[in-house]
């Protein structure tokens, strides 16, 4: 029998091993592929319907065992099955990879100093946007926008593009001065070994 593909008769099979009664049978089979789906989707998997149709067909191609051998609950072996369709499709599609941890006190204080020297090499008028434009917090950080819009005669459009555009300068600059700063480091590493 195809897995991908059950007969109609494997499928009476399986409704019938789930409940005597057609009806019961047939809601049996929903709440369980309903269950499939969620436990799919809890676990990250993009395609968690597929995944659930495939553990659905994966139990009724077995179905003839199944109702000579096993013993329990059928959702248990359905939910059994489903683990190693889980883990077939981990191998499939490994997770990505953990996001590196957030930067360390000394790190920040490193970037902020990165920073600061990248802000002063900005021209005084730029320097004075780009911090006016981060001054605030929520609704106080709004009007201070429009404020700033206001008194260079652009629009908020046109003020976020400067800050762009002034942000990735800043970027630059401060990816720039990293690298100043590791490449002694990796000489010294080069020099040991």
């Not at 659905?56 to 191609?61: K, R, Y």
């Not at 077995?62 to 059994?80: M, Q, R, T």
């Not at 008028?125 to 206001?150: P, S």
């Amino acid at each position: 029998m195809d897995k991908d593909n059950p007969t109609q008769e494997a499928f009476d099979k399986l409704l019938r091993w789930l409940d005597p009664d057609r009806d019961r049978a047939g809601e049996k089979y929903v709440k369980i592929r309903f269950r499939l789906v969620r436990i799919f989707s809890a676990r990250g998997c993009c395609t968690p319907e597929d995944l659930a149709d495939q553990t659905l067909n994966v139990v009724t191609s077995k179905i003839d065992w199944l109702i000579e051998n096993y013993v329990g609950d059928p959702a248990l072996y359905f939910y059994g099955v489903a683990k190693n369709i889980y883990r077939e499709y981990l191998k499939k599609n490994p997770r990505p990879p953990v996001p590196p941890p957030d930067p360390t006190p000394p790190e920040l204080d490193e970037t902020c100093g990165y920073l600061e020297e990248c802000l002063n090499q900005q021209p005084p008028a730029d320097r004075d946007v780009a911090l006016r434009y981060q001054e605030g917090e929520k609704h106080e950080k709004i009007k201070n926008r429009k404020k700033l819009a206001e008194e260079l005669k652009i629009t908020l459009n046109a003020l976020r593009i400067r800050v762009c555009h002034i942000h990735s300068r800043l970027r630059i600059c401060i990816e720039a001065l990293m690298r100043e700063a590791t490449a002694p480091k990796r000489l010294d590493r080069e020099r040991h070994i």
